[in-house]
């Protein structure tokens, strides 16, 4: 009987002491591992942060009177040689100073999946290039998505811009890369304009 309890005891022991062997080394995460993830979410920061293509959008007019109509355009123009499968893009502007009309996708691109303008001072609209090669845009290449039409209401300085990831998540402009399908980073070139009375 009390070689029972012994061997009970010693067999006890070796458990624990096995669990707690588990709990230190097995679960608990290594050094090395932890500096490997460190990395990694290191190298997608500077991924996410570095642009490779830039969005503007611009005018022929800075200078606009109040009750005529403008045409605003957004342009990509690439920082390396790429192609795009399409973009979703929302333009933010001052519902109560801009009135925003006619949204068209640039010359030689196709029909707008969708269009809309939304009475909160936002124009959205979706371009899908269908063809294999997607859009191709060479280095420094510019090239006109959409544009659209905005009547300024009062006097006054304005900035018209795009909706990004950090204004607004649901609707945030991207951009798809062709074949990859990645979200491209870029950055925005916001539009200044400043409202005269005729």
Same mark, same amino acid.
Request: proline share 3%.
């Given at each position: 009987? %009390?070689?029972?309890? *012994?061997?009970?005891?010693?067999?006890?022991? %070796?458990?624990?002491?096995? =669990?707690?062997?588990?709990?230190?080394?097995?679960?608990?995460?290594?050094? *090395?591992?932890?500096?490997?993830?460190?990395?990694?979410?290191?190298?997608?920061?500077?991924?996410?942060?570095?642009?490779?293509?830039?969005?503007?959008?611009?005018?022929?007019?800075?200078?606009?009177?109040?009750? *005529?109509?403008?045409?605003?355009?957004?342009?990509?123009?690439?920082?390396?040689? /790429?192609?795009?499968? $399409?973009?979703?893009?929302? =333009?933010?502007?001052?519902?109560?100073?801009?009135?925003?009309?006619?949204?068209?996708? $640039?010359? $030689?691109?196709?029909?707008? !999946?969708?269009?809309? /303008?939304?009475?909160? $001072?936002?124009?959205?609209?979706?371009?899908?290039?269908?063809?294999?090669?997607?859009?191709?845009?060479?280095?420094?290449?510019?090239?006109?998505?959409?544009?659209?039409? %905005?009547?300024?209401?009062?006097?006054? *300085?304005?900035?018209?811009?795009?909706?990004?990831?950090?204004?607004?998540?649901?609707?945030?402009?991207? /951009?798809?890369?062709?074949?990859?399908?990645? !979200?491209?980073?870029?950055?925005?070139?916001?539009?200044?304009?400043?409202?005269?009375?005729?």
């Amino acid at each position: 009987m %009390i070689k029972n309890k *012994k061997i009970f005891f010693i067999l006890l022991v %070796i458990i624990i002491i096995v =669990v707690i062997y588990e709990v230190i080394v097995l679960i608990k995460p290594s050094k *090395k591992n932890t500096i490997v993830l460190q990395e990694e979410t290191k190298k997608q920061e500077e991924v996410v942060g570095k642009a490779e293509v830039v969005l503007k959008i611009k005018t022929n007019e800075t200078k606009m009177v109040v009750g *005529k109509q403008y045409f605003v355009t957004v342009s990509v123009t690439a920082l390396r040689d /790429i192609a795009i499968d $399409g973009a979703d893009m929302f =333009v933010k502007f001052d519902p109560i100073v801009f009135k925003a009309s006619d949204v068209k996708q $640039g010359l $030689g691109l196709p029909n707008l !999946v969708y269009k809309k /303008i939304k009475d909160t $001072g936002l124009v959205a609209a979706g371009l899908y290039i269908t063809e294999k090669a997607g859009l191709v845009l060479k280095a420094n290449e510019e090239k006109d998505l959409i544009s659209f039409q %905005i009547e300024p209401k009062e006097k006054g *300085k304005y900035v018209i811009s795009l909706n990004t990831k950090q204004d607004d998540p649901q609707y945030s402009t991207t /951009i798809a890369e062709t074949q990859t399908a990645k !979200v491209i980073p870029f950055k925005v070139e916001k539009l200044n304009v400043n409202v005269l009375v005729n």
